[in-house]
């Protein structure tokens, strides 16, 4: 099943030609030679002794083994291949008022596993092996205005966990500091207003998946009447936390089943785990090989949207992914990892009947330094008020939009999946 | 070096005597028999082949080893022994307008650890392996009200750790329901006003930690102007998180050194797990035994508070102790289990000086299910508002009450001590 083709341009909606522009000439200037090679011969990885795939250095990311169990049983339930980065990264924008208007400085970023290689992304993206220079690369620019401390006003900083089926205990921080002075744009970056950031939202595999992270937090969302208080949606989170009898450990790779082989390792039906040899381009250093995660088909993600006393909610719902570190984090109504659900499929049919508006549809790719070409098509679908009424199962809410924003307070509370629907309201492209 | 008397009778305030001659009453029912026993002569209790000190069951808590160790250079930072439950507890109390003023529902509780046995607990305080009857005892009064879901409007519903120094990973629910029908009191359980909650928590230990952890959410405190926006405060513990390069992991009690033998283990110079005997009253089951934990000190807790802009602020410090789930948690500005800071020192010489007023010192005892007459000085110091502006390490931070105790939206955020002192403003015992 299929939503089809975006309706942006049905809407005469898409990005600016200055920012398309300004991509493909760096593009040009900079573009990667990317090849498919084996993990087990690429230079400065191997496996160890428990199979685990490793760097040289013990930096990056490694393929391990997880298993999650019943904390009562002690039961395995089910086991698998993830991927282990315990670097905590910086995704920071910095934004500025300039000429009366507030500002976004964007970066152009290359990445060896995006659709098209370049994407727009926040100021600054950079792991901690990135900024102590494991890469033997140079500095990050502008990370000085996140770390230590912030030089500007902080207007969001949240800790939030990253695909929780692929990685474990994965987490970023997302920041926006808010600043005074004069920043200059470079070739990589470039500063743009929420107008010309909502525009690009509507164009697929534009803003990739960290400017969308960052973006769900932009302080943007109004406050209105909403049909549960604030204290119900956190006693909703709190409820599945408390009662959430799994845990995960870490076991060796060769310790969980996968299929394949050492040279791809296929880890279950949704992803692989591929190797990559890069060349060319600007990066940190200059050629390299390194495992990218293939997911197997492109993704379906849908949020529901219907007005409750005239006000706009969402339908999210929470669930728990092996690699989670906190347990259950919200994700929109519909989502790709948790499609085997009954009601999953019911409110699937929903949003793609006649019943509903598709009120955006846009293809959108997961951070192409880890993921290779991963698609996901991101619907929001308005449905009629009514749907509200139905009952829903324990895992399920309808919230504001600025309530599913306030789960950021807490770290590991809202996937990448529903900051990316949270990107498309606070940048404005779609208003419900 | 101690804080000396409490001030509540100079300032003639005192627990109301009716909730003294109700306790009285139910302690002289229900009084307890408990005696010191070795470790490893108690029935049900067994050391396993990793030296863990565990029940039959497998339920209730354990007593394992526990390794924390830096992450990219994998060594081992301390080691020593830590108690693990798994149990998620719901710690509830129901309110009710009666009569136009709004009641709290408070339950006399006898537990074997606590000073005087009888304390006031919340409504409903249990662990899993409670409300599933492992005891064999009877089904918990009043816990339909909370679950499996709120019979009532939620006012608070936060997930937060308890004692990560001394737990490894062990949380709890925190509820407050406000509900529209009658509930009955019965010989345990009673009705009582905000005003009459003031007035015990002058008392030494009257109100229970879980009575005091509830507490600190009721939603009273006033929401004024601040001296570091909420974005800053949450940056703030976002940032020490997100730096915060220590994973700990559970090893066998055998493992880890520790002092004493089977029969009471020396977990470090601050507490000892050791045994007791239990006997009489009307628990679940009649006549059981059990570890306890016992402080080796009496500890004190101090809170520092000052006025920016005719507005209160509290000094709060986070700090990452070896059992937390999630990371960093917010303590007061001098706790126990950081005394050995050099600040720690300044800061309460400070509050014992001559330039401060202290404003608040009552002992209070930790859950006496689990501690053993484990009790702390609890310390509210007016300091000069120039101490404000010292520059403070990256831990510390100048918050509102407001704001301290909106970090609780967030899980695992605020530690048991510093919802201690929550608790003393929210019930309005202490008006800064």
């Known amino acids: 099943m299929s939503v089809g083709s975006s309706p942006a341009t049905a809407r005469g909606r898409q990005a600016p030609a200055s920012v398309l522009t300004w991509l493909a000439r760096y593009r040009a200037d900079h573009g990667l030679q990317v090849r498919r090679t084996l993990l087990d011969g690429m230079p400065g990885w191997h496996f160890d002794d428990l199979g685990n795939l490793v760097h040289q250095t013990g930096r990056f990311f490694s393929v391990r083994g997880l298993e999650t169990f019943d904390v009562d049983s002690r039961q395995v339930i089910e086991s698998g291949p993830i991927l282990l980065q315990r670097d905590v990264g910086v995704l920071g924008i910095i934004t500025r008022r300039i000429g009366g208007v507030v500002h976004y400085l964007m970066q152009a970023k290359i990445e060896p596993g995006n659709p098209g290689q370049v994407q727009v992304s926040p100021t600054v993206q950079a792991t901690r092996s990135n900024y102590d ?24 900083d949240s800790l939030q966990g990253e695909h929780s089926a692929v990685f474990f205990h994965k987490h970023n921080r997302n920041m926006i500091v808010s600043v005074d002075q004069d920043v200059p744009e470079t070739e990589s970056h470039r500063w743009l207003t929420r107008t010309e950031l909502r525009d690009c939202m509507w164009q697929d595999h534009l803003l990739n998946m960290d400017s969308r992270c960052v973006l769900a937090h932009l302080p943007t969302l109004p406050v209105g009447p909403s049909r549960h208080t604030d204290a119900e949606v956190q006693s909703w989170l709190t409820s599945l936390r408390a009662t959430d009898m799994v845990e995960a450990r870490l076991v060796g790779l060769d310790q969980v089943p996968y299929l394949g082989d050492r040279g791809v390792i296929q880890a279950s039906a949704d992803f692989r785990v591929v190797g990559v040899q890069v060349s060319g381009g600007n990066r940190e250093v200059v050629g390299w090989s390194q495992p990218l995660v293939e997911y197997t088909t492109t993704r379906e993600e849908i949020l529901l949207a219907a007005e409750y006393r005239g006000e706009p909610h969402l339908l999210i719902q929470a669930r728990r992914e092996a690699g989670s570190r906190a347990g259950f984090e919200a994700y929109p109504s519909v989502t790709h990892v948790g499609r085997d659900s009954p009601l999953s499929e019911e409110l699937q049919e929903l949003a793609l009947s006649s019943q509903a508006e598709i009120v955006y549809s846009t293809l959108h790719s997961e951070e192409g330094g880890r993921f290779l070409g991963a698609n996901s098509r991101y619907v929001i679908a308005r449905v009629p008020d009514s749907v509200m009424e139905r009952p829903l199962p324990a895992g399920y809410m309808w919230v504001t939009p600025a309530q599913a924003q306030m789960l950021t307070m807490g770290s590991y509370t809202v996937s990448v999946q529903m900051r990316t629907m949270l990107a498309v309201l606070t940048t404005g492209c779609v208003v419900l």
């Open 133 to 156: 220079r494991a890469h033997g690369g140079g500095a990050t620019a502008y990370l000085d205005w996140f770390l230590p401390t912030p030089s500007g006003q902080v207007k969001a």
